[in-house]
């Protein structure tokens, strides 16, 4: 295709049914097979990443697409955001190989160059870090559905893809505010219980208007951050408007009286290295951002003009609903929400939890909305009073001037305490429960959970009796529900906690993900099920169980890690403000306090089969909703997204056969005291330590120092002086020419990696509770970590490497003469065909995830030359796998390798070099010998001058997708070569993350993910623009993406 822009440029479509039938009457495109010829070698991302993005997102985590680092000038210059037309010949002139010349981005380059092209070529170089840092975390789980209705959020509050904040508000008045509060505020504690290393200093204050307000003075914070919780949600719609809260968050962020242009505070926190977000909750709804210290005022300022004159502009009302709408779509498609729409759809229709609540252009009145933007007004006045907010600022000033900040620029918001919650029923009365509902997913899933209405968590906040339970009955040791379920063969994954909890009251659930044959077995899994919940119930309130998971939670604050951003901690400061006293603010959501049995046996008592509500999913009930009596039999589809599902009362015979849980045979058994909570938090660190030894990222600090190298091993290691935590990371990269020798291979070896992760699952749990972690992973190379408290980690460590031996060795001796399988054998093959069915599951439900997720995962085959397609892989495991197959492969994968490996943290050299012979003797106990040479994956090179698409009909593999993509890459070139260039890649793709979404998504709405950030592949990096949305076809949002690039008009005309 002709060149338009000068970068080597690649664009992936991915399309939607409407869009694949128009896109093949249409010339000049070419569909492809998942197989593509020439440089577009089939290839398949790791595994690893490839479960943790499809697990995790089941169970409702959320993803980025790759967001576009933001990065603090020194010395507080700022960068200008350059118009659109700057874009192409930016991009044309890195892509060339040089820098921009001084002046416009390149100055702003040549400002951020210390920190941003390290902070590229550490993205590019430090595979190490990068593969081995995803610890598997295994502690105990609270289940529960993220609640979200805001636009992607970049640190992981919820959503997808690092979009910038969902938004909307108007340009001439609408809201009137009262008179600036002048009256000096109270300070309401001054000793905020905090870490004994915590060097921050707090402050809570009320202002005069009833705000309470936590400041937070960190003299050595690079980034500030502020967060604002009102106690509203989308619980407090009005009946004839759902949604409206939502609407409401996302219309606050388009103009105020003081700031009228719909992206002066978006852009004015991107020109400063910054960024903001927003979420709506069931009861709160928070808005919160991050900026350079030195701009924390001028952040403030446009940010307290939400809540003191927002305007709810006439023009961007009908727009901003569309974007609502493509949102609502987005989530029509994703099984968390439409499990939602069902638990939703069983509640009393009387209480507020019942209702739809995303909003769309039914729902927020699209025919009137003039009459919508009045219940915005009305709405606005009637909620977002300064009684029902709680602030958090954090910024390197000192606690007086962040004082006067928040007074200037809160005191005028309108004074009030707002409506108190009252709601006319409980959410699940007595009426509701005692029901079984069969779900049907999109993807191919099967999960049991079975939940009980409890008491609000808000009456028992430092009993907590929802910990204990959920620590007792998510348990996943030797003798739980979990373990037993594990050796027949059942479980994938299994977690106890709140599913829902609402100021009346909560949802306590006990959730199993089942295997093919769990799900076979569906009956007997339930009757396991409460036989573990009646010991429990039997055992009554154990005061052991508690002290112990209080001490787990007193030594998780006493050493508490700083959070990964300051806006982070101020969100989860605002929400605590509204829940603890303003001493405990820090410590409360950690805080078990007070033993109180009574409360403990009385929520015990709840847990009945006769109470409970049970949620049974299957891809299997499928074929009951297909037939011709479905109605007949009960399946409707749910009024929102349409998810069939169906409910009835637990039948007689059930009930009977669940109460006689009487235990014994089973094996069943409660938890012994844990054996790994630590008690030696010594440092390893110099007191004394100053300059770059205590400097925390992103400012420059000292790397980590090579002690050992060797043609089979080279080992760094750094001594935390920084952070001054007792905890430590061992980070393991293990080079193998595996991946070179095919798709099975690989496979066999992934399925290596999660038999021993299984084997080692019930010992390791209790390591887990105590905050000690460990992963073990294969993409194109193994990868090991293991990390947490230092105390009893050399132990964790010892075990997981002795049994990648142990699992080896047993699966060779496990078949003995005339073909007689020993006990240990029958295990590990269960778990083995349990793997080979999950690993199959996974590879299969890739064409069901979101269409950017399918993007990003054929871009990643088409930039890494001579990789493996997931079809490869299915046809490699479908047949069934032997132990012997499974061994084989774990003695010839191992048999050559490199070991790199990084100690960091609370370790001395000595300590390192220990860690490392450990890891040296682990895997020489396999037979492995010195790799000569690691093979080093290719990128393909995109030609400059040209164009390369890709289009992927998505509709032939999930015809129930309504959204297409459009992924385009703008490949620059290597990263390391020269510095200041990858400085301008930076805040070139930092700059025009804001554009973008600005362009394409506020004003153009062409979906509701839309996002450009850096791209990065190995060691080569580029611009990446991604936008997802049904509103037009992929060929035409690549002409808008085009446009928007170049500088072009906008649909209208108007540049």
Aim: glycine share 8%; aromatic share 8%; with cysteine.
């Amino acid at each position: 295709i002709p060149s338009r822009t000068a970068p080597g440029r690649f664009c992936f479509l991915v399309l939607s049914r409407e869009m694949a039938a128009a896109s093949r009457l249409s010339a000049g495109f070419r569909r492809s097979t998942t197989r593509i010829a020439g440089f577009v070698a089939a290839a398949a991302a790791s595994v690893a990443a490839s479960r943790t993005l499809l697990r995790a997102r089941s169970a409702g985590s959320e993803h980025r697409l790759g967001q576009a680092t933001g990065f603090v000038v020194p010395g507080g210059s700022t960068a200008a955001a350059p118009e659109p037309s700057n874009f192409r010949p930016l991009l044309a002139s890195l892509a060339a190989g040089s820098a921009p010349a001084s002046g416009g981005i390149g100055a702003a380059a040549a400002a951020h160059a210390a920190g941003a092209a390290k902070s590229l070529l550490t993205l590019a170089s430090l595979s190490l870090v990068a593969a081995a840092i995803r610890l598997r975390g295994r502690v105990p789980r609270l289940a529960r559905l993220t609640r979200r209705c805001s636009a992607p959020t970049s640190d992981a509050k919820a959503g997808l893809a690092g979009a910038k904040a969902s938004s909307g508000a108007s340009r001439r008045g609408a809201t009137a505010v009262s008179a600036v509060a002048t009256a000096a505020p109270i300070v309401v504690e001054d000793k905020v219980r905090a870490p004994a290393n915590d060097q921050r200093q707090y402050r809570v204050l009320e202002l005069a208007n009833r705000m309470q307000v936590l400041l937070t003075s960190d003299a050595t914070c690079d980034s500030a951050a502020a967060a604002l919780t009102v106690r509203c949600g989308t619980f407090q719609d009005t009946d004839d408007r759902p949604g409206l809260a939502h609407f409401h968050e996302h219309m606050l962020f388009l103009g105020t009286e003081k700031y009228p242009k719909e992206d002066e505070y978006t852009r004015y926190l991107s020109e400063h290295g910054g960024d903001s977000n927003a979420f709506t909750m069931n009861e709160y709804t928070t808005y919160y951002f991050k900026v350079a210290s030195p701009h924390l005022e001028g952040a403030l300022d446009r940010f307290s003009q939400f809540f003191v004159g927002p305007t709810f502009d006439k023009g961007c009302v009908e727009r901003e609903m569309k974007a609502v709408d493509s949102e609502s779509t987005n989530y029509s498609t994703e099984d968390g929400w439409r499990l939602q729409q069902i638990m939703k759809a069983t509640a009393a229709p009387d209480h507020p939890f019942f209702r739809f609540d995303v909003g769309n252009l039914g729902t927020l009145g699209a025919d009137d909305p003039m009459g919508t933007r009045q219940k915005l007004i009305d709405w606005n006045k009637e909620h977002y009073q300064a009684g029902a907010m709680r602030l958090a600022v954090v910024g390197r000033q000192s606690l007086e001037d962040l004082e006067q900040l928040t007074v200037t620029q809160f005191g005028s918001v309108r004074d009030g305490s707002g409506p108190a919650f009252k709601y006319d029923t409980l959410p699940w009365p007595k009426e509701k429960l005692g029901r079984v509902v069969y779900c049907v997913p999109l993807k191919e899933a099967r999960s049991i959970s079975v939940c009980w209405a409890l008491p609000s968590a808000d009456k028992q906040l430092f009993a907590k009796p929802e910990t204990y339970m959920a620590h007792l009955l998510g348990h996943e040791g030797m003798g739980s529900l979990h373990d037993v379920l594990n050796e027949c063969g059942w479980v994938d994954q299994l977690s106890a906690g709140p599913s829902q909890s609402f100021s009346d009251g909560q949802l306590f659930a006990v959730s199993i993900t089942l295997t093919p044959e769990g799900d076979e077995n569906r009956e007997n899994v339930m009757a396991l099920l409460f036989e573990w919940v009646e010991l429990v119930r039997q055992a009554g309130p154990r005061r052991e169980v508690f002290e112990e998971i209080a001490s787990l939670n007193e030594i998780s604050f006493a050493h508490k890690e700083e959070s990964p951003a300051n806006d982070d901690f101020a969100v989860s400061a605002a929400m605590s403000l509204h829940k603890y006293p303003a001493a405990e603010v820090l410590r409360g959501p950690f805080a078990l306090d007070e033993w109180k049995p009574e409360v403990v046996t009385e929520y015990l008592k709840a847990l009945t089969p006769d109470n409970c509500l049970v949620f049974l999913t299957s891809s299997a009930f499928s074929e009951e909703v297909g037939k011709e009596d479905a109605k007949v039999k009960g399946w409707q589809n749910e009024e929102w997204y349409g998810a069939p599902f169906r409910e009835e009362p637990i039948d007689a015979d059930r009930l009977a056969k669940w109460k006689l849980a009487e235990g014994g045979e089973s094996g069943l058994a409660l938890p012994m005291p844990n054996p790994f909570i630590p008690t030696d938090f010594s440092l390893r660190g110099d007191p004394a330590a100053s300059g770059l030894m205590v400097t925390k990222l992103p400012m420059e600090v000292t790397p980590p120092t090579l002690i050992c190298k060797t043609p089979y091993l080279r080992v760094w290691q750094k001594t935390d002086n920084a952070f001054k935590t007792p905890r430590q990371y061992v980070l393991a990269h293990i080079h193998t020419p595996v991946y070179d020798k095919g798709p099975r291979e690989v496979a066999l070896i992934r399925l290596f990696c999660s038999v021993v992760y299984d084997d080692l699952n019930a010992y390791a749990y209790d390591a887990s509770c105590a905050g000690l972690n460990y992963s073990l992973d294969f993409s194109d190379s193994f990868s090991m970590s293991c990390g947490g408290f230092s105390h009893k980690l050399p132990e964790l460590l010892d075990v997981s490497l002795s049994r990648l031996r142990e699992v080896a060795e047993d699966c060779e001796v496990a078949e003995g003469e005339g073909g007689v399988v020993s006990e240990r054998g029958m295990e590990l093959l269960s778990s083995l065909e349990v793997q080979r069915q999950l690993l199959i599951q996974d590879y299969k439900n890739l064409t069901r995830e979101e269409p950017y997720a399918v993007g990003s995962y054929y871009l990643g085959q088409t930039m890494l030359r001579d990789s493996w397609h997931i079809e490869e892989y299915l046809s490699a495991i479908e047949e069934p796998v032997t132990l012997k197959d499974l061994a084989r492969a774990a003695r010839e994968g191992f048999k050559k390798t490199q070991i790199e490996l990084f100690v960091h943290g609370n370790a001395t050299v000595a300590e390192a070099k220990t860690m490392a012979d450990r890891v040296v003797e682990g895997f020489s106990a396999l037979g492995s010998e010195p790799l000569e040479e690691v093979s080093r994956r290719k990128i393909t090179k995109l030609t400059a001058g040209t164009s390369t698409v890709f289009e992927y009909d998505l509709a032939a593999k999930n015809p129930a997708q309504e959204n297409c993509c459009t992924q385009n890459i703008y490949q620059v070139g290597a990263v390391g070569v020269d510095a200041k260039r990858d400085a301008a890649l930076s805040v070139i793709c930092h700059v025009a993350s804001t554009s973008c979404y600005q362009r394409l998504r506020t004003e153009e709405q062409l979906g509701y993910i839309v996002q450009a950030g850096v791209w990065a592949e190995g060691h080569v990096a580029g611009l990446n623009v991604i936008v997802q949305g049904k509103s037009l076809r992929p060929r035409e949002v690549d002409q808008r993406i085009e446009a928007w690039l170049g500088g072009g008009p906008k649909e209208g005309g108007k540049k």
